[in-house]
């Protein structure tokens, strides 16, 4: 069984368009993490919410707009899609925001932009 | 602000040898460390972490890592290297308190040569 599961795995689309990443685990993990890779492989945290409240919210252009419907589900909607916007998006969840837990990551969405 | 250096983009070793990659952080009060390996096309791992109490910890796969307080290092070490080894990995540093973010640093890529 899959802890962190990200769909699509790979999403190659035209910019000006908007794109959802669903993001889902079943850990029963009370936080969530959106985090960005880029092409150089340099991880950044983008969003965290606790008990689907947001607690970070990094400086991230307001085209991204988070939403958790609940503890197990966190995604991610991107508007107006810029060729900055290529890159890795790893959801990311925690069995609590306790600042000494591991965090458990998905397999990554692809994002590409035309 | 919290930050993390890992010195060397790569490090190369011969299976069956030790092998170390650097990490050195930079953060307020008590440091929380972990470090996570990335595959190829995979999320991250997590191997290991630092909390509190003795200075090596011991972590997944036969790795382990040493705290250093006074070199504000945690260096990555196994004993013998597996071809299987090879991956990407990163050090990653949270301060104890407040709503702080778990901060990477840019990775190093193990290649363990057969």
């Known amino acids: 069984d899959t802890a962190v599961s990200q769909t699509p795995k790979y999403l190659v689309t035209q910019m000006g368009n908007d794109k959802s990443i669903k993001c889902e685990q079943n850990?029963?993990?009370?936080?969530m993490y959106w985090y960005k890779q880029d092409s150089k492989k340099f991880l950044k945290i983008m969003f965290s919410?606790?008990?689907?409240?947001?607690?970070i919210n990094e400086t991230v252009p307001n085209r991204f707009s988070p939403k958790s419907p609940d503890k197990a589900h966190l995604n991610l909607h991107i508007n107006s899609l810029e060729l900055g916007d290529s890159a890795v998006y790893f959801c990311?969840?925690?069995?609590?925001?306790?600042?000494?837990?591991?965090?458990?990551f998905g397999d990554g969405t692809r994002l590409s932009i035309l | 602000a919290q930050s993390v250096a890992q010195p060397e983009d790569q490090v190369n070793v011969a299976e069956g040898n030790p092998l170390t990659v650097k990490c050195t952080y930079s953060v307020s009060g008590n440091p929380y460390l972990f470090w996570y390996v990335q595959y190829p096309n995979r999320g991250l791992q997590f191997l290991l972490k630092y909390i509190t109490g003795d200075n090596l910890v011991k972590g997944s796969y036969g790795f382990e890592a040493e705290f250093n307080k006074s070199q504000t290092s945690f260096h990555l070490k196994k004993p013998s290297a597996l071809v299987s080894d090879s991956a990407l990995y990163f050090c990653?540093?949270?301060?104890?308190?407040?709503?702080?973010?778990?901060?990477f640093g840019k990775g190093t890529r193990l290649s363990v040569i057969a």
């Open positions: 850990l029963g993990h009370d936080t």
């Open positions: 919410y606790n008990n689907k409240e947001l607690i």
């Open positions: 990311a969840s925690s069995q609590e925001w306790t600042p000494n837990q591991p965090q458990h």
């Open positions: 990653a540093v949270r301060a104890h308190s407040g709503n702080t973010p778990l901060v």
